[in-house]
């Protein structure tokens, strides 16, 4: 791990720099460029910020889904291999029409919503009506 600033404060300072001093600087399409700039760093912060509670949430959820027993895993790559595979396990069972009504379909509904909104949080959480 690397001492302060870390990388989530550099993504700030370098979007705040773009936002604050490089954006009222410039107009047209090159005002748009820092602004498309600026906000992919934004996603960037938010993604690292909340990449491993979205993983074990989503992790957590698939696995009481699929019925998977046993531990959650406990480093990130493994977290993110662990999703990848539950995932894969899901969409199989969607492929063979195991959603398509019932208690587990119900279920598959409410994970893809949480899913979503999740991941809008990251993309663009004024779509969720969040700052």
């Known amino acids: 791990m ?4 870390t990388a989530t404060e550099l993504l700030g300072a370098v979007r705040s720099f773009l936002e604050r001093e490089v954006v009222p600087a410039f107009e047209g399409r090159r005002r748009f460029h820092a602004l498309v700039a ?14 491993e509670r979205q993983l074990l949430g989503e992790w957590r959820r698939l696995a009481a ?10 480093r990130l790559e493994l977290l993110r291999d662990g999703v990848r595979a539950l995932d894969a396990e899901l969409t199989r069972r969607l492929r063979e029409g195991d959603a398509d009504e019932g208690p587990f379909g119900e279920g ?13 949080r990251v993309a663009n959480p004024r779509h969720l009506g969040e700052p």
């Open 2 to 5: 690397q001492d302060r600033p």
């Open 108 to 120: 598959v509904r409410r994970h893809l919503r949480a899913t979503v909104v999740e991941k809008l």
């Open 38 to 51: 600026a906000n992919v760093l934004a996603v960037v912060e938010r993604e690292l910020a909340g990449e």
């Open 65 to 74: 889904l699929l019925g998977v027993r046993g531990d959650e895993p406990v």
